[in-house]
């Protein structure tokens, strides 16, 4: 939008705009001309033009191969999808109590969750500026909920500090921000900093920092009403006799520094994680569900894709029943969107291009881990006061997160008891699920003395052994060299998926991969 | 807890607890020794003893009189509540479509909201930690959502900087706390600052705050990839060609300074507003419903109290029909709990002792107004993707917060378009409601353009013309000298409300206070 405007007034922009497109269209282009960030998403995808009869083959039914064929038939596209499970969805994938979950290796689980609780066993949020996987959850009723990120009453945890006990998010946020304020703000009062501030700007960085780390008229921060305001209280406020708050101790700079619990004060603040950020009511699997209504007739399941072989007038794909048949089957079509993970593909027969094989041989797959815990109750809730939100550790389980979802309620709950990747997700790759769960109870009761107690069942999924992808995401190497080799139409085939995106591992990615390859492709398809 | 146990083990009482009262009460009990605050809340109240037929007048169904009435009848209590609204609930208070409201001086609103939006008038918000609260919400089934208070994708806004062009909370933080953590560890590096910390500690606070701060090798706070995963992008990532990501231009110290819009970034990090925080979903009056379905048969609705008077035996209250009646009850009881507000209490005829009289006088009440604002869509959602959260202004409306509900829907929603006290609240107090609404509309749209557009319809509550309030919450002038006799017997009653509290404004407030007065009551009422 923003090109092709230098002819105009930016106000003649906006009413022609508005004229034409209605009110919402216009306040969209407003943001997209420098009021906020733009986006890659444009809104909804309209592919105008007659696809004259073109068909379409696209391999895999995760978020890219449906999205792709959902709006290709929308086009007037003829679509066929081959998935190699039962269902679609791949990625966004939700586990719940009766289904049963076999890992490369064999190792079968059973899910064993009350009814209600799941793990999303995949991607389980949804950042705020994530408009298409938003804009489609709109489309399809998905409700959604906030997914609590950052709760201030959860924990960091060093099993090397404090004595290995946990310490509330709040009092390290709080006093690690007020004694820095302190430094700063008693450096530049003292004039320790010259140079870099005018005289104003430093006074003014001395009252900001007052009230950002909460110190007192000495410049101090220290133990008192105010900073307990931030930090917690020893004794709360309350009502009626013997009501006033005890403020509460601080924790000294030295030991939060050399206890290290600094490292995750800001890791719930990235544009992808800030608040808001969602989760659909239910499940991540909802967002799969909304477009599998759609497009269910034209997805064929347990469909193994063994061999790929393009050539200048069309694309086939030679399929076998994922659950072990040898039949042969080939279908075939004039263009061919391209889904697979590359750390699958890489083990197809496929006659892709020199550059394309060199792209999909370079991409490595990330190992991670998660582990579902059900508790027989919401001990979080109950005795901790933990609503939602996300506990860190120098663990190998990395994190607990707690359930974002049915707060207060009285039945068991389901805990990310481990969400663990690279080296910390390695050790937990290697063996049984069932020791994969006793690793994870083993470090979370450094955090939750209730652990054991309450304890119910669990469920893991180790992405290095999931069939149909053999890791999380598409973890590039080099990126600069081979991403756009990926993205070239190789032959009659384009590639899609989150691995084709520079917002790897998130279902947005996915998604514009995938909306981006159908308008190159629909843009050939129309002009020849 | 902890004064009882000197001549045991910690272990020891663990243990104790643990098998007389169960799992919960036991992690509760490790919380109140030290390893979380303890609280005012000991959990259900239990009156323990026989009442012996005594009788309790209570005044005023807020959440003081209702927990009250409802605790004290569980114990056997013979309870009567006089209440002046049609309905029970005060200042826990929700507007919704079809309603009509007259405030002090006659002027009528009919609320015109959409059925299923809402404006929660007064209370709007339950802390994580305000236990008693969320033990009532547990016990009456009343559902809680997420209520977002720091949305990052929100704005801050001062008319006077930044050419009155608001910016988004995401990008003031993380380029305040960058070049903040800049100047401090350049400062450390540099060895300006001698004395307070050790060469270690030094070490390890350079190497922090390039992890709190964002900053690069060089320590500086830079524009690039890294500061934009926190600020947000120039362009965002993408998927397909030309998808790579474009990193934004940071704001200077020295214009955030200026601008003063530091002064929010620390607004949402009090205990009493930090993640997790809820709402009530359908309106904060469900807690009041709550409560209202138990002991609806207890109270005497529209009864306007014009007189109490007390004696060493008993208390009676006298009361005309509060819709303009001039017939006068009485009624009397062994005691009387009352939660009248003492902005209203001092205007009603009573014998109180000379010192609770002062008290009554000595506590004005905080000015505050709420302006809710129905709009024909969410704009904020779906043109600025601010889903939930609170933008900050220095104009009289001093925020705008945005729906934490309903994420997504297409139908009209409602803001709460002012939230003003103090000095800011008074303007909007003089004059008539519809005024007010355009006040809120004239600076509302200062932040977001498409308010004219959208506007369909709204209500207002000035506080301090609330008839049943007179204001907001009681503000202690002096609480030193009087909150303690306020606190006391006087004669046969005892306070209970907010203004009872040390947590002004809040419900919790209400509640503990409530529960603080019939403790004390029953303990009489067994002892004697």
């Known amino acids: 939008m923003v090109d092709h405007i230098s ?54 039914a995760g978020l890219a191969g449906l ?92 099993s090397q500090a404090f004595g290995g006990k946990p310490q509330r998010f709040k009092e390290i946020q709080a006093d690690y921000r007020g004694q820095i304020s302190e430094l700063l703000a008693k450096a530049v009062d003292q004039k320790k900093l010259d140079g870099p501030l005018t005289d104003d700007d430093a006074a003014l960085l001395v009252e900001s920092l007052k009230r950002y780390g909460v110190l007192d008229e000495n410049l101090a921060y220290v133990k008192s009403d105010a900073t307990s305001i931030y930090r917690g209280w020893a004794k709360e406020p309350g009502g009626g006799v013997d009501a006033k708050g005890e403020p509460s101790d601080i924790i000294s700079l030295s030991d939060i520094l050399q206890g290290r619990l600094w490292q995750d004060l800001i890791t719930g603040e990235s544009i992808d994680h800030q608040a808001g950020i969602f989760q659909p009511v239910g499940g991540m699997d909802m967002i799969a569900q909304g477009f599998e209504r759609e497009v269910k007739d034209l997805i064929t399941y347990n469909a193994k894709v063994i061999k790929i072989e393009g050539s200048e007038t069309g694309v086939s794909a030679t399929y076998v029943d994922s659950n072990g048949g040898t039949a042969e089957k080939t279908v075939s079509a004039d263009y061919c969107i391209c889904t697979i993970p590359f750390s699958v593909l890489s083990q197809i027969e496929h006659n892709f291009s020199g550059e394309m094989t060199e792209a999909i041989d370079s991409v490595p797959y990330a190992s991670s881990i998660k582990v579902g815990l059900e508790f027989k109750r919401r001990f979080w809730e109950e005795d901790e006061h933990i609503y939602g939100g996300i506990s860190y550790t120098d663990t190998p389980i990395t994190l607990i997160s707690y359930p974002s979802n049915d707060y207060l309620s009285k039945g068991p709950g389901v805990l990310l008891g481990a969400y663990s990747w690279g080296a910390a997700s390695y050790q937990f790759n290697a063996i049984p699920a069932e020791e994969r769960i006793e690793i994870a109870l083993k470090y979370g009761e450094m955090i939750h003395k209730q652990y054991r107690d309450e304890y119910s069942n669990g469920v893991t999924v180790a992405w290095h052994r999931v069939p149909w992808t053999l890791g999380c995401y598409g973890e590039w190497r080099d990126q600069e060299a081979h991403y756009d080799n990926a993205c070239k139409m190789d032959q009659r085939t384009l590639m899609a998926g989150e691995h084709i995106s520079y917002l790897p591992a998130w279902q947005e990615g996915a998604i514009l991969s995938a909306l981006n390859a159908i308008e190159r492709l629909h843009k050939i398809v129309t002009a020849a």
Chains 1, 2 share one sequence.
């Not at 969209?28 to 073109?54: F, Q, R, V, W």
């Not at 064929?69 to 966004?92: F, P, S």
Request: charged letters at 20%.
């Open 67 to 158: 999205t792709a064929a959902l709006e290709l038939h929308n086009a007037g596209y003829k679509v066929q999808v081959l998935e190699y499970r039962e269902k679609a969805g791949g990625r966004c994938w939700t586990l719940r109590g009766g289904e049963t979950y076999t890992e490369l290796g064999g190792f079968k689980q059973e899910v064993k969750f009350t009814e209600g609780n799941y793990l999303n066993a995949g991607p389980w949020r949804i950042p705020s500026d994530h408009y298409a996987v938003l804009d489609y959850c709109r489309r399809f009723g998905v409700k959604l909920e906030p997914f609590i990120q950052q709760n201030y009453n959860a924990y960091l945890h060093n």
């Open 7 to 60: 002819g105009m007034t930016r106000r003649g922009v906006l009413t022609m705009i508005g004229l034409a497109a209605g009110a919402s269209a216009m306040y969209t282009a407003m943001a997209g001309m420098g009021l906020a960030g733009t986006s890659n998403y444009k809104g909804p995808i309209k592919l105008e033009g007659d696809p004259k009869g073109t068909s379409v083959l696209i391999l895999g």
